[in-house]
């Protein structure tokens, strides 16, 4: 780490400077985050499959200096050239490997970094660091992504839920297979790793038959899935395979849904509910399986609920849920030009989810909100994919979410009130699809 982040520094980026990272989950992802920390620099997690349609504004409205990349394959570098082509506040484009095509920088593969020389580090920063703005994620409202700032502090108290309620310590071996640009994926693995001292894998497996053989292999104590592959693995006694694992942590990005059924006794499950980029809350489950439940500043008041520590809830005059707490973002960034963070009275965070009061008072979401689309892990505006498709394609486009079983929704693209194969085709093109497109507008 202390190597790259002397690469880094190497590169004489003003301090603060805003260094995009874009890749899929990896040791060399996890090495650059800390490493840019170290150099002084802010780093900013692009999610591994936004194209060109999405990243040239993301990179133009953040102000980012350099852009780095992960593994061995070309097109996320390709992709990083063409954009900063583009955007002239970027300096340098960066790879994590050994060697790199012209134009751009190789830091360096893992191998390389654990025999390199440390080079000159920027001494550490003045006042309190913790602070300070740590790391930037992207969330997506009805009218296109925001930037969504974290600081030190911030990180921490969001790990510490999940900590405490899958009861982490020194000798846990967490293999967590969610992606590390979003808040929960990075609080719930990366942070929880750092605080607890265990051991963190980190796997991509292509199929659910994969996951279960590698979660023996590394000796895995925690796992942490997506909710509903959790529970479908379960329902299945996949589970029973695996002589090390004590407990799984499920991820549920769909607050307003009941978590799936958990059928395995003798391992313990955790569930992890994350509102978009706001906040997430982590409980072990007890009893039956039921939605996520917010406390509120009263039961913060009253020292009812330990969760209230890191966040709490109230309900706006619109009905939607907002958030507040150590855990929670409460500036835009940058600070002095808005970012289209969605704060309301007191600083709290509007999630946009609509929500209720159940009998003790709690806050209980009802539905997501309107005008954006959950695929997956990742979240994206209608609004602004019928614009920038419509732009695509010389045409007006609707653009709508289905239910689906696995990914939580689907979007298909319609002209003329019915769905148009050609222009569902292009989807891809402007960040709609699990796909990865090579080109896009």
Same mark, same amino acid.
């Given at each position: 780490?202390?190597?790259?982040?002397?690469?880094?520094?190497?590169?004489?980026?003003?301090?603060?400077?805003?260094?995009?990272?874009? $890749?899929?989950?990896?040791?060399?992802?996890?090495?650059?985050?800390?490493?840019?920390?170290?150099?002084?620099?802010?780093?900013?997690?692009?999610?591994?499959?936004?194209?060109?349609? @999405?990243?040239?504004?993301?990179?133009?409205?953040?102000?980012?200096?350099?852009?780095?990349?992960?593994?061995?394959?070309?097109?996320?570098? @390709?992709?990083? #050239?063409?954009?900063?082509?583009?955007?002239?506040?970027?300096?340098?484009? #960066?790879?994590?490997?050994?060697?790199?095509?012209?134009?751009?920088?190789?830091?360096?593969?893992?191998?390389?970094?654990?025999?390199?020389?440390?080079?000159?580090?920027?001494?550490?920063?003045?006042?309190?660091?913790?602070?300070?703005?740590?790391?930037?994620?992207? @969330?997506?409202?009805?009218?296109?992504?925001?930037?969504?700032?974290?600081?030190?502090?911030?990180?921490?108290?969001? $790990?510490?839920?999940?900590?405490?309620?899958?009861?982490?310590?020194?000798?846990?071996?967490?293999?967590?297979?969610?992606?590390?640009?979003?808040?929960?994926?990075?609080?719930?693995?990366?942070?929880?790793?750092?605080?607890?001292?265990?051991?963190?894998?980190?796997?991509?497996?292509?199929?659910?038959?994969?996951?279960?053989?590698?979660?023996?292999?590394?000796?895995?104590?925690?796992?942490?899935?997506?909710?509903?592959?959790?529970?479908?693995?379960?329902?299945?006694?996949?589970?029973?395979?695996?002589?090390?694992?004590?407990?799984?942590?499920?991820?549920?990005?769909?607050?307003?849904?009941?978590?799936?059924?958990?059928?395995?006794?003798?391992?313990?499950?955790? @569930?992890?509910?994350?509102?978009?980029?706001?906040?997430?809350?982590?409980? +072990?489950?007890?009893?039956?399986?039921?939605?996520?439940?917010?406390?509120?500043?009263?039961?913060?008041?009253?020292?009812?609920?330990?969760?209230?520590?890191?966040?709490?809830?109230?309900?706006?005059?619109?009905?939607?849920?907002?958030?507040?707490?150590?855990?929670?973002?409460?500036?835009?960034?940058?600070?002095?030009?808005? !970012?289209?963070?969605?704060? %309301?009275?007191?600083?709290?965070?509007?999630?946009?989810?609509? #929500?209720?009061?159940?009998?003790?008072?709690?806050?209980?979401?009802?539905?997501?909100?309107?005008?954006?689309?959950?695929?997956?892990?990742?979240?994206?505006?209608?609004?602004?994919?019928?614009?920038?498709?419509?732009?695509?394609?010389?045409?007006?486009?609707?653009?709508?979410?289905?239910?689906? +079983? %696995?990914?939580?929704?689907?979007?298909?693209?319609?002209?003329?009130?019915? %769905?148009?194969?050609?222009?569902?085709?292009?989807?891809?093109?402007?960040?709609? !699809?699990?796909?990865?497109?090579?080109?896009?507008?």
């Amino acid at each position: 780490m202390s190597v790259l982040a002397s690469r880094l520094a190497a590169l004489g980026l003003p301090q603060d400077s805003v260094i995009a990272l874009q $890749g899929p989950a990896s040791v060399g992802q996890v090495v650059a985050l800390l490493a840019a920390s170290r150099a002084g620099l802010i780093p900013m997690f692009i999610p591994e499959l936004w194209r060109e349609a @999405d990243l040239t504004p993301a990179i133009e409205g953040s102000g980012a200096r350099a852009m780095v990349s992960f593994g061995d394959a070309d097109d996320t570098v @390709d992709l990083h #050239c063409r954009v900063a082509a583009g955007v002239f506040a970027v300096r340098f484009v #960066c790879a994590l490997r050994d060697d790199a095509p012209d134009g751009v920088i190789a830091l360096g593969s893992l191998d390389d970094l654990v025999t390199g020389e440390i080079g000159r580090i920027p001494s550490y920063r003045s006042g309190n660091p913790a602070d300070h703005v740590a790391v930037l994620t992207w @969330d997506v409202g009805p009218d296109g992504p925001y930037l969504v700032p974290r600081s030190h502090r911030a990180l921490v108290a969001g $790990g510490v839920p999940t900590l405490l309620a899958g009861r982490l310590d020194e000798s846990a071996v967490l293999l967590s297979t969610v992606a590390l640009s979003s808040f929960a994926g990075l609080t719930c693995s990366m942070v929880v790793w750092l605080l607890a001292g265990g051991t963190l894998a980190l796997a991509r497996p292509a199929s659910t038959a994969e996951l279960i053989e590698t979660v023996p292999l590394v000796s895995g104590t925690h796992l942490l899935l997506p909710s509903d592959v959790g529970g479908s693995l379960s329902a299945e006694g996949r589970f029973k395979t695996c002589p090390d694992l004590r407990v799984v942590l499920l991820l549920n990005r769909a607050p307003e849904l009941v978590p799936t059924p958990w059928l395995t006794e003798d391992i313990g499950v955790v @569930d992890i509910t994350a509102w978009g980029e706001a906040a997430l809350l982590a409980r +072990r489950r007890d009893g039956a399986e039921q939605r996520a439940v917010v406390p509120t500043r009263a039961d913060a008041s009253a020292g009812l609920d330990p969760v209230a520590v890191a966040m709490v809830g109230h309900r706006t005059l619109q009905g939607t849920l907002a958030l507040a707490g150590a855990m929670v973002p409460h500036m835009a960034f940058p600070a002095s030009a808005g !970012s289209g963070l969605p704060l %309301v009275a007191e600083g709290a965070y509007d999630t946009g989810w609509t #929500c209720h009061a159940n009998a003790e008072g709690a806050l209980v979401s009802d539905a997501p909100p309107r005008g954006v689309a959950r695929i997956g892990g990742y979240r994206v505006s209608l609004r602004d994919a019928e614009a920038k498709l419509s732009k695509l394609l010389g045409a007006p486009v609707e653009v709508a979410a289905l239910p689906h +079983r %696995v990914l939580g929704q689907r979007v298909v693209a319609a002209t003329e009130g019915a %769905v148009d194969p050609a222009a569902s085709a292009a989807l891809p093109l402007v960040g709609l !699809s699990p796909a990865k497109a090579r080109r896009s507008a």
